[in-house]
């Protein structure tokens, strides 16, 4: 539904998840297929549905990240957001070292963070993304970074042990408003346009797919 409302697609929340997905995907003029369609494709109708590839090539494209040929769209996916976590991070570095607050979280959430396999910059924009979120006047970090501290304190009980697993389902709570964070903070310099919808749509659906796989790993090694 948030996707859908920052698109300006109509979902009816009652629908089946494969039809809203299907809303998100193709609906006329507001869909992610017609967002990166060019004018002329807007205006023939026999023109091609972009598949997500093509989406995904395009999005990066208007971002000015050269692609070489014969990525798959994983690898699209990835250095998508890895360019524009570099570009959020570069706008929007809090004054403390990300890498320091990230040891000051939950053991969990760190270790939760630093299995994603992104890269300094990745995860400093989820650690970043996470203190705008919690701090809702949106003016000083350290406030965000108290808000966050109470909130783990209570989602994760402090333990002698340590659940990766357990912290990617608390990052998966809060993922859609770290990216909220990027896009209200300028995801880029065309943020409110068009394909700055498309591209925080195109991150936060990487950053579930990445919380998930990294969560079910651990899951089944029972960490």
């Not at 993304?129 to 994760?156: I, Q, S, Y």
Request: charged share 25%; with cysteine; net charge neutral.
């Amino acid at each position: 539904m948030r996707v859908a409302r920052l698109l300006g697609c109509w979902v009816h929340e009652g629908d089946s998840p494969e039809r809203q997905a299907w809303r998100i995907i193709n609906q006329s003029l507001r869909g992610l297929q017609a967002r990166t369609h060019h004018l002329g494709e807007q205006l023939t109708p026999f023109s091609r549905n972009n598949d997500w590839r093509r989406i995904l090539e395009r999005a990066a494209r208007r971002c000015g990240l050269e692609l070489d040929a014969g990525l798959d769209a994983q690898v699209l996916e990835r250095r998508l957001f890895e360019h524009l976590a570099d570009a959020w991070v570069r706008q929007h570095l809090v004054q403390d070292d990300p890498e320091q607050l990230l040891n000051q979280l939950h053991p969990n959430l760190d270790r939760a963070i630093r299995s994603l396999g992104l890269s300094r910059n990745g995860r400093s924009a989820i650690v970043v993304g996470l203190l705008h979120a919690m701090d809702h006047a949106r003016k000083d970090p350290r406030e965000g970074m108290n808000r966050l501290t109470d909130f783990l304190r209570l989602a994760m009980p402090w333990t002698w042990t340590t659940s990766i697993s357990t912290g990617c389902r608390i990052l998966s709570q809060r993922a859609w408003e770290i990216c909220e964070a990027w896009l209200v903070h300028g995801l880029g310099p065309w943020a409110s346009t068009n394909y700055g919808r498309v591209c925080a749509v195109l991150v936060a659906l990487h950053l579930y797919s990445v919380l998930e796989e990294t969560g079910e790993q651990f899951d089944l090694a029972g960490r």
